[in-house]
Antibody
Framework: QVQLKESGPVLVQASETLSLTCTVS????????VIWVRQPPGKGLEWMGI???????DYNSALKSRLSINRDTSKSQVFLKMNSLQTDDTAIYYC????????????WGQGVMVTVSS | DIQMTQSPSLLSASVGDRVTLNCKAS??????LNWYQQKLGEAPKLLIY???NLQTGIPSRFSGSGSGTDYTLTISSLQPEDVATYFC????????FGSGTKLEIK
């Protein structure tokens, strides 16, 4: 069945770089895109960036200067790197599969809570 | 960027009530709108796509409607398990989530 699972450090120091991995199963990254979405504690959802099935990427303009997303299709993994972290980057980070032209985020990972410490 | 405004931010209703949640876009989004449900401590779940299409496995008491800038999610008969925060999401121009409506049982 389709599964996504985020992994990475739960505590990061301010000004450092966050590296997260989304490991997927049950589908191929060459057939579906993956989007990263984050949610600060008690707040709403913010899309961060997408890696499409062809490997192209799109980023939220608010994060574009700090963010990169790439993948290893042979390992079924998608990678997020974001630099210059600040305390307001503290959030739950989710990866989710993107299906179709209507941007269906149909399967989500459980999320990983990342705390940025000053 | 398109802004998405959801109202109300908090809604209390009784079991069995018909409930309507609103989402207003800052410009026409051509029905390119999805709805997500997020229960406490869980990842969001897709409910409705392209304004009024029910995702597989979602109960039929959920429905969506709208056009232009104004969209609604309706629960025909509120159930206890519907307690959650609901987010709209537009993909017509860029991508934007709404700020959410928290739905509680009265």
């Amino acid at each position: 069945q389709v599964q996504l699972k985020e992994s990475g450090p739960v505590l990061v120091q301010a000004s450092e770089t966050l590296s997260l991995t989304c490991t997927v199963s049950g589908f191929s990254l060459t057939n579906y895109g993956v989007i990263w979405v984050r949610q600060p504690p008690g707040k709403g959802l913010e899309w961060m960036g997408i890696i499409w099935r062809n490997g192209n990427t799109d980023y939220n303009s608010a994060l574009k200067s700090r963010l990169s997303i790439n993948r290893d299709t042979s390992k079924s993994q998608v990678f997020l790197k974001m630099n210059s972290l600040q305390t307001d980057d503290t959030a739950i980070y989710y990866c989710t599969r993107v299906y179709g032209y209507n941007y269906l985020f149909d399967y989500w990972g459980q999320g990983v809570m990342v705390t940025v410490s000053s | 960027d398109i802004q998405m405004t959801q109202s109300p931010s908090l809604l209390s209703a009784s079991v069995g009530d018909r409930v309507t949640l609103n989402c207003k876009a800052s410009q026409n989004i051509n029905k390119n709108l999805n709805w997500y449900q997020q229960k406490l401590g869980e990842a969001p779940k897709l409910l409705i796509y392209y304004t009024n299409n029910l995702q597989t496995g979602i109960p039929s008491r959920f429905s969506g409607s709208g056009s232009g800038t104004d969209y609604t999610l309706t629960i025909s008969s509120l159930q206890p398990e519907d307690v959650a925060t609901y987010f709209c999401f537009q993909y017509n121009s860029g991508l934007t989530f709404g700020s959410g409506t928290k739905l509680e049982i009265k």
